[in-house]
């Protein structure tokens, strides 16, 4: 049986040109090389070299085995590189699906950081309803994905990111803007963008409005926190939403204020159950945890009046 040394051991005798040479490449004795070199030729069946006093010649075969030879060694070094790149940044693809609202707010932000540290990571990114997503983590279709409602643990592992109060965005120029805090007596008279009838938050939202006495008839609805944000910055409307959701607005001539009682908004890592993460999963989920702490702790400034 051939051996790596033996290859490696000629691998140097030719790009060298005495074994002498070869040995201090490979930091060993020259009988070692020697030794490597003449089992080379016994196990190939090929003469790899005419011998001289003081001189080594290669053969037509030597040469044609050297070409080889250099093909292998660049692949066995790319594989070498490609080892230290995995250890350096993680491998392959990072597969990241996220629910509507937090495609547009915190992934972006979070994926910038993500980039910053992991820079050959491919990333892939897809949003979805959270049965979808669920769907796509079990079948291995994504690495992570973040949604607001776990309809069935099977074939999950699961992690709360946050869970957060709901506030209240209008365009800068509504009369609102003045109070520290908006309730549902509030929102009386006025057009109310929510969510579409029979989605969960919309069941939650007319609860809260109804166990306040608030009559709130002028409603438009949408699924899109994407639409909702661009009706309250037409001043078409006012909106309770996700507070990630009203950071992303608030360049656009719009203001946020508390609402209470608020609706609370949660968002939750899913997994594939038991299988292992790898850095660049591990790498992201870290960022994201860092994310939402960052943004929340900012949150209070930009609650405020006269912000």
Same mark, same amino acid.
């Given at each position: 049986?051939?051996?790596?040394?033996?290859?490696?051991?000629?691998?140097?005798?030719?790009?060298?040109?005495?074994?002498?040479?070869?040995?201090?490449?490979?930091?060993?004795?020259?009988?070692?090389?020697?030794?490597?070199?003449?089992?080379?030729? /016994?196990?190939?069946?090929?003469?790899?070299?005419?011998?001289?006093?003081? &001189?080594?010649?290669?053969?037509?075969?030597?040469?044609?085995?050297?070409?080889?030879?250099?093909?292998?060694?660049?692949?066995?070094?790319?594989?070498?590189?490609?080892?230290?790149?995995?250890?350096?940044?993680?491998?392959?693809?990072?597969?990241?699906?996220?629910?509507?609202?937090?495609?547009?707010?915190?992934? +972006?932000?979070?994926?910038?950081?993500?980039?910053?540290?992991?820079?050959?990571?491919?990333?892939?990114?897809?949003?979805?309803?959270?049965?979808?997503?669920?769907?796509?983590?079990?079948?291995?279709?994504?690495?992570?994905?973040?949604?607001?409602?776990?309809?069935?643990? @099977?074939?999950?592992?699961? @992690?709360?990111?946050?869970?957060?109060?709901?506030?209240?965005?209008?365009?800068?120029?509504?009369?609102?803007?003045?109070? @520290?805090?908006?309730?549902?007596?509030?929102?009386?008279?006025?057009?109310?963008? /929510?969510?579409?009838?029979?989605?969960? +938050?919309?069941?939650?939202?007319?609860?809260?409005?109804?166990?306040?006495?608030?009559?709130?008839?002028?409603?438009?609805?949408?699924?899109?926190?994407?639409?909702?944000?661009?009706?309250?910055?037409?001043?078409?409307?006012?909106?309770?939403?996700?507070?990630?959701?009203?950071?992303?607005?608030?360049?656009?001539?719009?203001?946020?204020?508390?609402?209470?009682?608020? +609706?609370?908004?949660?968002?939750?890592?899913?997994?594939?159950?038991? &299988? +292992?993460?790898?850095?660049?999963?591990?790498?992201?989920?870290?960022?994201?945890?860092?994310?939402?702490?960052?943004?929340?702790?900012?949150?209070?400034?930009?609650?405020?009046?006269?912000?």
């Amino acid at each position: 049986m051939i051996k790596l040394s033996q290859f490696e051991a000629f691998n140097a005798v030719m790009r060298t040109g005495s074994m002498t040479a070869a040995a201090a490449m490979l930091h060993t004795s020259q009988p070692n090389i020697s030794r490597a070199i003449s089992k080379l030729e /016994t196990e190939s069946g090929l003469k790899l070299f005419e011998r001289t006093p003081g &001189k080594l010649i290669p053969t037509a075969d030597g040469l044609a085995l050297f070409h080889e030879v250099q093909r292998s060694f660049v692949g066995l070094n790319e594989l070498t590189e490609a080892a230290h790149r995995i250890h350096r940044s993680g491998s392959g693809i990072l597969r990241i699906g996220a629910i509507q609202t937090l495609s547009l707010s915190l992934i +972006p932000r979070a994926l910038k950081r993500f980039t910053d540290t992991f820079p050959q990571v491919q990333i892939s990114v897809q949003t979805a309803h959270s049965d979808v997503l669920s769907r796509w983590v079990r079948e291995h279709s994504c690495d992570l994905a973040i949604i607001s409602n776990i309809y069935s643990h @099977e074939g999950l592992d699961s @992690e709360t990111l946050y869970s957060v109060e709901g506030v209240c965005i209008m365009h800068e120029s509504h009369a609102l803007g003045a109070k @520290e805090v908006i309730t549902p007596k509030d929102l009386v008279g006025e057009r109310f963008i /929510t969510y579409p009838k029979g989605d969960p +938050p919309r069941a939650v939202m007319d609860r809260i409005l109804q166990d306040a006495g608030a009559n709130v008839s002028r409603v438009i609805e949408t699924s899109y926190s994407s639409i909702t944000c661009s009706l309250v910055m037409q001043n078409v409307g006012l909106a309770i939403v996700n507070p990630f959701v009203a950071r992303e607005c608030l360049q656009n001539g719009v203001i946020a204020r508390p609402f209470r009682p608020a +609706p609370r908004h949660d968002a939750i890592m899913i997994f594939p159950a038991g &299988k +292992p993460v790898g850095r660049p999963v591990e790498g992201i989920i870290d960022i994201l945890r860092t994310q939402v702490d960052d943004d929340l702790n900012a949150t209070d400034d930009w609650l405020k009046p006269n912000h």
